[in-house]
C-alpha cells in the first residue's frame, strides 16, 4: 500500500509541442491488428497530427481534450488542483445507500458536482464490485478486494493499494472486540459477524433466524488512529429471533445462532457503550471507490502483463495522481472507427505516465466510460446512449456536505426494492471492457495471479463467456 502526500504548486496549463510530440510517440502508432483483437503492439506506420485544446473549468479544474484524427482517437483530461475549492468524492447511483444504476450526470447533478466520471465496476443489483466508503461510512466490504483510490480527507493526496479491510467492535466497558468479517455484504456464515447499516439500502438487510444486536450512534464519523475511522454507538436490544431486526436508523451485528459469535453479541447489554471501527488500511479516508487493474505505481509501468478482452482496445476510464497532488481523471472514447478506436489496457498505462501519474488505477470501462462537465457529457459513450452505473467520482465546487453528519442522526426508513427487472447492470455484464470482461480476466489471472471469485460472480463469468 502506498500512499502519496505532495507538496502544493500551482502550475499552468497548456498544450505545448513537446507534450504533444511525446504522446504522439506513445499513443499513435497504430498496430495491423488494432481493432477489437490484440491487446497490444508497438509497430506501426507514422504518428499522425494530433491536437489539445484546454479548458478552464473552474479555479484550480481543467478539461483537455486531446484528439488524434488519423488512428483515430479522443481523449479526455480533468485534472483537479485540490489547493483549491474544491472538492473529491465519490457518490453512489442511489446516493447515499445501495443498491442500484444510474447515469453518471445523474449522480453528478444529485452531488452538486461541477464535474464527475463513471467509478467502478459493479455486480447486481447494483453494487459496486469493491470495498467502497464514503463520507466516512463504510457502504461495504467485498471479497473482490482488487485495488483502491481513497482521497486524503484533507484533499493533500491520495492512497492507491490493496485495501486491508477491517471492522472492529470495542465494547468500552470491557474493552472486549468483536471482529466483524463482513459489512452490507450478506448474511455471516457461521464463525462470522455480519454488520448491516442505513447505507445497504433494500439490497442488504439483517437476515432472519439469527442472532442480531441493533446499535444506535451518537456521535458522527471520526479518524481514528493510527488509520481508519471511528464511530460511537449505544446498544439498543439484543436478541434471537426468527424475523430479522430492523436497522432503524443504526446498525445491526447479527451471527447464526448457537454460534460463539452469537453468545458475543447476546452478552451486549441495552445502554452500553461499543466503538466500531473501520479500516482500508490507510489514515485520514472517509471515501474510497475500488478498481483494477492498477496501471502505474511509483512512477513506473505497474501492469506487467494483461491478456483476455480486457485488456484488448475498448474505451477506457481511469483515475491518477502527479507527483504535485493534482487529480487526473481520464476517459478514452473507443468502438468508434471513424471517431475513436479507443486504448489497449497498456497504452493506457502509458498514457497516465505521460501526463505525468505517479499512481494511477483502471476503473470500469467500455460502455460505461462517461465524463460529465456541468452537466454534459463531454465524451461520446460507445452504445450512443449514457450507460447506467453503479458508482462514480465527483468534483465539488466546495467542501463535502456529506462529511458534517449531526449527531445523533435521524433514523431512515429502508428503501424499497424497485420494482421490475433491474436491467441496466445487465449491458455492463455482456461488455468485454466493463464488468463482463474485467471479471473473465480475474478468473483467468489474467493480471498476473487467478482470483478467487464468489459463484455468484462465476455466474456472470459464464453469462459473457457464452456471448463470447
Known amino acids: 500500500m502506498t500512499?502519496?502526500?505532495r507538496r502544493r504548486t500551482h502550475r499552468r496549463f497548456g498544450v505545448a509541442c513537446t507534450a504533444l510530440a511525446a504522446l504522439v510517440t506513445l499513443l499513435a502508432v497504430r498496430p495491423p491488428d488494432a481493432g477489437a483483437g490484440a491487446p497490444d503492439?508497438?509497430?506501426?506506420?507514422?504518428?499522425?497530427?494530433?491536437?489539445?485544446?484546454?479548458?478552464?473549468?473552474?479555479?484550480?479544474?481543467?478539461?483537455?481534450?486531446i484528439v488524434d484524427r488519423e488512428v483515430p482517437r479522443r481523449i479526455f483530461v480533468l485534472t483537479v488542483d485540490r489547493s483549491q475549492a474544491l472538492t473529491l468524492d465519490v457518490t453512489l447511483a442511489l446516493g447515499d445507500h445501495l443498491a442500484g444504476y444510474a447515469p453518471t450526470s445523474a449522480m453528478a447533478a444529485n452531488a452538486g458536482a461541477i464535474a464527475a466520471v463513471n467509478g467502478d465496476f459493479s455486480r447486481p443489483p447494483g453494487h459496486p464490485l469493491h470495498p467502497f466508503a464514503m463520507d466516512g461510512n463504510l457502504i461495504q466490504t467485498s471479497v473482490v478486494r482488487g485495488f483502491e483510490f481513497a482521497p486524503a480527507l484533507d484533499e493533500s493526496g491520495a492512497s492507491f493499494g490493496r485495501p486491508q479491510q477491517t471492522v472492529t467492535a470495542v465494547v468500552a466497558s470491557t474493552g472486549e472486540t468483536l471482529a466483524v468479517d463482513r459489512w452490507n455484504e450478506g448474511p455471516s456464515e457461521p464463525g462470522e459477524i455480519a454488520g448491516f447499516s442505513p447505507e445497504g439500502g433494500y439490497a442488504e438487510t439483517p437476515p432472519a433466524d439469527a442472532c442480531s444486536v441493533r446499535l444506535l450512534p451518537q456521535t458522527s464519523p471520526q479518524p481514528a488512529d493510527p488509520n481508519g475511522v471511528e464511530r460511537t454507538y449505544t446498544v439498543d436490544q439484543a436478541a434471537c429471533s426468527d424475523a430479522a431486526m430492523v436497522v432503524s436508523g443504526g446498525v445491526v451485528l447479527s451471527a447464526p445462532p448457537g454460534t460463539d459469535e452469537?453468545?458475543?453479541?447476546?452478552?451486549?447489554?441495552?445502554?452500553?457503550?461499543?466503538?466500531?471501527?473501520?479500516?482500508?488500511?490507510?489514515?485520514?479516508?472517509?471515501?474510497?471507490i475500488g478498481g483494477v487493474p492498477i496501471l502505474v505505481a511509483d512512477g513506473q509501468m505497474a501492469l506487467e502483463g494483461c491478456y483476455g478482452s480486457v485488456c484488448y482496445q475498448h474505451p477506457r476510464t481511469g483515475?491518477?495522481?502527479?507527483?504535485?497532488?493534482?487529480?487526473?481523471?481520464?476517459?478514452?472514447?473507443?468502438?468508434?472507427?471513424?471517431?475513436?478506436?479507443?486504448?489497449?489496457?497498456?497504452?493506457?498505462?502509458?498514457?497516465?505516465?505521460?501526463?505525468?501519474?505517479?499512481?494511477?488505477?483502471?476503473?470500469?470501462?467500455?460502455g460505461s466510460s462517461t465524463m460529465v462537465v456541468n452537466g454534459t457529457v463531454v465524451n461520446r459513450p460507445s452504445s450512443g446512449v449514457e450507460r447506467s452505473v453503479s458508482s462514480a467520482i465527483v468534483?465539488?465546487?466546495?467542501?463535502?456536505?456529506?462529511?458534517?453528519?449531526?449527531?445523533?442522526?435521524?433514523?431512515?426508513?429502508?428503501?424499497?426494492?424497485?420494482?421490475?427487472?433491474?436491467e441496466p447492470g445487465r449491458a455492463a455484464i455482456f461488455d468485454p471492457g466493463s464488468t463482463g470482461g474485467l471479471l473473465d480476466a480475474l478468473a483467468r489471472g489474467s493480471f498476473g495471479r487467478r482470483a478467487p471469485l464468489p459463484e455468484a460472480l462465476m455466474d456472470l463469468v459464464r453469462l459473457f463467456r457464452a456471448r463470447l
Do not use: C
Open 319 to 366: 483515475v491518477g495522481i502527479t507527483a504535485d497532488g493534482k487529480v487526473l481523471l481520464v476517459v478514452v472514447d473507443g468502438r468508434q472507427p471513424r471517431y475513436s478506436e479507443g486504448l489497449t489496457m497498456r497504452r493506457f498505462a502509458r498514457l497516465f505516465l505521460h501526463l505525468g501519474a505517479t499512481f494511477a488505477m483502471n476503473l470500469d470501462g467500455g
Open 3 to 5: 500512499r502519496t502526500h
Open 41 to 65: 503492439a508497438d509497430a506501426g506506420a507514422g504518428p499522425p497530427e494530433i491536437h489539445g485544446r484546454v479548458t478552464t473549468i473552474a479555479p484550480g479544474l481543467t478539461l483537455e481534450r
Open 262 to 288: 452469537a453468545i458475543q453479541l447476546l452478552a451486549l447489554q441495552p445502554g452500553a457503550q461499543v466503538r466500531l471501527t473501520w479500516s482500508f488500511g490507510w489514515p485520514d479516508v472517509f471515501d474510497a
Open 395 to 422: 468534483i465539488l465546487p466546495g467542501p463535502d456536505p456529506g462529511e458534517v453528519l449531526p449527531s445523533p442522526y435521524a433514523s431512515a426508513p429502508t428503501p424499497s426494492a424497485p420494482t421490475g427487472p433491474v
